[in-house]
């Protein structure tokens, strides 16, 4: 059995990837007609990238250790 901090990494993980997704498929378009809100968008969609790519590490290490 998986400890409660795994599934909560696994939580983050579904919330921050919903994030980069209403960002690039809503957020964008929404806000095509301004360009400062625009280059927010951009610095956040790279933010939530990263943060996406270090939660899917910790949840691959613990998948493994848990074989």
Do not use: P, T
């Not at 691959?60 to 848990?66: G, L, Q, R």
């Amino acid at each position: 059995m998986l400890e409660n901090h795994f599934y909560n990494l696994m939580q983050q993980l579904v919330e921050e990837s919903k994030g980069l997704w209403r960002i690039r498929k809503m957020y964008r378009q929404d806000s095509s007609n301004c360009q400062m809100c625009q280059d927010f968008w951009d610095k956040l969609e790279k933010k939530k990238e990263s943060q996406v790519r270090e939660l899917e590490k910790l949840v691959k290490a613990h998948i493994a250790a848990s074989k």
